[in-house]
């Protein structure tokens, strides 16, 4: 498969602040890939360097087979000609325009007449099931409307490229879920290629076929959303995508298990040195109190003080301390009695990760 996008060694400093290092990434074609990480990482950072509307200090980008920027051979293709469309949390839809005319505005800018412009405007709503809002000035659609048609405007022109940055943040829960799927749809009907910065984990899973984990300005992980969620490399990597409890210990000599405090707990699949620091990341959803766990399964049992205990509607979140750092859990079952517990961590969900 070609790439889309390829990145090489793109760093961007602020003078002695070095805020992207030394990036390298193939985005491949029609693939929906996420820029995902904290605040401050550098995702904005490299999908205005991508779109052009950002320069980095080192490195090259391609699209295709094309050089769109190189300090060092001094190409830099201005963002107007990179034929990307941009859409960003605030959507900057125009107050005075109609919905048509805002979707036809950047035809406008293209040297398109009005009568082709309002005619592909109204086809692209019809695709994006926005038909009916065609007349409506943007004080009269909800936030979510705003966004798809923002969407709309950024697709009119036929970009090779959809660059969006946290265009769901504004929408509250329920309609970002519903904002998901729509887009999901579009990615799928449109077979465009999408890169999405998002400091949201579920909805990079949900949404990317290919997520990339940014920290500190560099790649931490990249790969399927599965394979970060089920093989997260580093203790960052489980904690930011979904919220796995990393347990810290030092390596048993079998190599199979990491112990702490006189406790040790069996992974996976184990490796390293003997006696070296190492941590375990455990989902809180895969952990059990003892009494309801499966006997046969291979595992540990961990003395567990909980601390605190939330009924979530059928799952009950409870928090507590084991010789080995604090746990989060999500049971299905309570705490039958106050008091120590022993809770079961399963050898085949404890993951072993770097610290
Ligand atoms: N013009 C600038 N001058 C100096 N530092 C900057 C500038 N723009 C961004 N930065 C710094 O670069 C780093 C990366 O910023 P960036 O906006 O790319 O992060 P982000 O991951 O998108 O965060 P957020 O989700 O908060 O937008 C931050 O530490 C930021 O303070």
Redesign the pocket.
């Known amino acids: 498969m070609t790439n889309a996008v390829q990145l090489r060694g793109i760093s961007?400093s602020?003078?002695s602040?070095r805020?992207?290092d030394d990036i390298d990434l193939d985005v491949a074609e029609g693939s929906f890939t996420s820029?995902l990480?904290?605040?401050?990482?550098?995702?904005?950072?490299?999908?205005?360097i991508i779109g052009g509307l950002?320069r980095p200090t080192e490195g090259q980008i391609s699209f295709g087979d094309e050089l769109i920027y190189s300090a060092k051979d001094a190409v830099d293709l201005p963002t107007e000609k990179r034929n990307v469309g941009f859409v960003f949390q605030s959507y900057a839809l125009w107050p005075h325009m109609t919905v048509s005319q805002n979707v036809g505005f950047p035809l406008r800018i293209r040297g398109l007449r009005s009568l082709e412009r309002d005619k592909r405007a109204r086809e692209m709503l019809e695709r994006l099931e926005l038909g009916a809002l065609a007349d409506r000035y943007p004080y009269q659609l909800s936030g979510g409307q705003q966004q798809r048609v923002a969407i709309a405007r950024s697709l009119v022109y036929q970009p090779r490229l959809l660059l969006l940055?946290?265009p769901l943040s504004n929408l509250d829960a329920q309609l970002r879920e519903r904002a998901r799927t729509w887009l999901k749809s579009v990615h799928e009907s449109f077979g465009l290629t999408i890169i999405l910065?998002t400091?949201d984990q579920a909805e990079a899973l949900s949404l990317s076929d290919h997520v990339v984990l940014?920290s500190k300005?560099r790649i931490e992980q990249q790969g399927s959303a599965t394979s970060i969620y089920e093989q997260p490399r580093t203790a960052y990597a489980a904690e930011f995508v979904g919220s796995a409890n990393v347990l810290t210990g030092t390596i048993a000599p079998d190599g199979r298990a990491i112990v702490a405090n006189g406790t040790s707990v069996l992974m996976a699949a184990g490796g390293g040195t003997p006696g070296a620091a190492a941590g375990i990341a455990i989902r809180p959803q895969a952990i059990r109190f003892a009494e309801t766990s499966d006997k046969e399964r291979p595992g540990t049992l961990v003395p567990f003080q909980p601390e605190t205990i939330l009924y979530l509607g059928g799952i009950y979140e409870v928090t507590g301390s084991t010789p080995l750092g604090n746990v989060r859990m999500l049971s299905p079952t309570a705490p039958s009695q106050s008091g120590e517990k022993s809770i079961f961590l399963p050898a085949d969900a404890c993951l072993q990760v770097e610290l």
């Open positions: 961007k602020y003078g602040v805020v992207l820029l990480g904290p605040s401050g990482c550098g995702k904005t950072t490299l999908l205005n950002d940055d946290e910065v400091h940014l300005g």
